[in-house]
C-alpha cells in the first residue's frame, strides 16, 4: 500500500457520460496530481493542486475539471465521455520537499 | 521533439544480467531524475531519485544523470525475473513541487 487510495479502480460507463474519480493522498503531502496512461501516449500531466489552490495544468480537456478539498482528498470529474478517454487514471501525491512522488494503484476507465 | 524519450523495448536478458536503461531529455530546466517500475496495471513505484549530476546506488540498482549530455541511466544488477515489469524515467524541474514529466517506459523481461 502506497498510502495513496484511489478509488473506484475499475469503471465502465457509455459515452456521454460523467464520472468522477477520487484519489485521498499520502498523510502530510500538500499537493495532488492526475496522469492518464494509455498505451500510445504513457503517462501524461492532467493537473496539479497544492493544499487547495491549482497549482500547475497539463494536457487536461476542457471536458475535464478537477478540485482538492480541504482535508486534502481530490477529485477528478471527466464528462461527455468519448471512447477515447478510456484509460488508466493515477493519482500521485508529494510533500514538496524533495522526497519524490507516490502514486496511487490507478482507476482504469472504459468507456463504451 | 518530445521532452523525454525513452525507449519502449521490450527488452529481454536472461537472469543474473546486468540490465542497461536510459532516457535523453531536452529541456536543460530539468534538475530532479526518477525512475520508477510499474508493474502490469498497477500504479508506478518509485525506484530511485537522484538530482542534478551524478551517481546513486541503492542495493542492486544504480541511477546515473549526465546533465551535459541530457541523459540519464539506471543498471540493475543480477537481474531476477521479480525484475520484469516497465520501467519509466521521470523528471522534473522542481524538488516535489513541479509535475514528472515521463518517458514512454521501456518493458523489461528477465528469463529465469
Known amino acids: 500500500d502506497s498510502g495513496v487510495t484511489q478509488t473506484p479502480k475499475h469503471l465502465i460507463t457509455a459515452t456521454g457520460q460523467r464520472v468522477t474519480l477520487r484519489c485521498s493522498p499520502r498523510s502530510g503531502d500538500l499537493s495532488v496530481y492526475w496522469y492518464q496512461q494509455s498505451l500510445d501516449q504513457g503517462l501524461q500531466f492532467l493537473i496539479q493542486y497544492y493544499n487547495g489552490e491549482e497549482r500547475a495544468k497539463g494536457n487536461i480537456l476542457e471536458r475535464f475539471s478537477a478540485q482538492q478539498f480541504p482535508d486534502l482528498h481530490s477529485e477528478l470529474n471527466l464528462s461527455s465521455l468519448e471512447l477515447g478517454d478510456s484509460a488508466l487514471y493515477f493519482c500521485?501525491?508529494?510533500?514538496?520537499?524533495?522526497?519524490?512522488?507516490?502514486f496511487g494503484s490507478g482507476t482504469r476507465l472504459t468507456v463504451v | 521533439q518530445k521532452e523525454v524519450e525513452q525507449d519502449p523495448g521490450p527488452l529481454s536478458v536472461p537472469e543474473g544480467a546486468i540490465v542497461s536503461l536510459n532516457c535523453t531529455y531536452s529541456?536543460?530546466?530539468?534538475?530532479?531524475f526518477m525512475w520508477y517500475r510499474q508493474y502490469s496495471r498497477k500504479g508506478p513505484e518509485l525506484l530511485m531519485y537522484t538530482y542534478s549530476s551524478g551517481n546513486k546506488e541503492d542495493g542492486r540498482f544504480t541511477a546515473q544523470v549526465d546533465k551535459s549530455s541530457k541523459y540519464i541511466s539506471l543498471f540493475i544488477r543480477d537481474s531476477q525475473p521479480s525484475d520484469s515489469a516497465t520501467y519509466l524515467c521521470a523528471m522534473s524541474r522542481g524538488s516535489g513541487n513541479t509535475p514528472l514529466v515521463f518517458g514512454k517506459g521501456t518493458r523489461l523481461s528477465v528469463i529465469a
Open positions: 500521485a501525491s508529494s510533500k514538496g520537499t524533495g522526497d519524490g512522488y507516490t
Open positions: 529541456n536543460s530546466a530539468f534538475q530532479y
